[in-house]
């Protein structure tokens, strides 16, 4: 049973920076794709971005050139840097890898922005 278990979230001001990992139990390269969606109250999940095992990214409009993606696969990582963060990005933000047609989520992890 594959298992994504994300850590890093919590409490900043708007205009702040944060971190967010999402540790895998096997190796990443085993995805076709991982990443990190999210969902504010009231909202549906969307796609914050995505990260072929190849390393083609996908970032949702909202949040180009303020996140980053990365990963490291020694340690079976997968983080999201955050930066200059508004208001509107509080949400529950979600870890996600998808191999062929099986897809896998992490628990979940809350980012709260304040104003």
């Known amino acids: 049973q594959v298992q994504l278990v994300e850590s890093g979230g919590g409490l900043v001001q708007a205009g702040g920076s944060l971190g967010l990992s999402c540790e895998a139990s096997?190796?990443?390269?085993?995805?076709?794709?991982m990443g990190w969606y999210r969902q504010a109250p009231g909202n549906q999940r969307e796609l914050v971005v995505t990260i072929s095992v190849g390393g083609t990214t996908n970032y949702a409009d909202s949040v180009k050139g303020r996140f980053t993606i990365s990963r490291d696969g020694t340690s079976r990582t997968v983080y999201l840097q955050m930066s200059n963060l508004k208001s509107e990005d509080t949400a529950v933000y979600y870890c996600?890898?998808?191999?062929?047609?099986?897809?896998?989520w992490g628990q979940g992890i809350q980012v709260t922005v304040s104003s």
């Open positions: 096997e190796s990443i390269f085993d995805f076709n794709y």
């Open positions: 996600y890898a998808r191999r062929a047609r099986s897809e896998f």
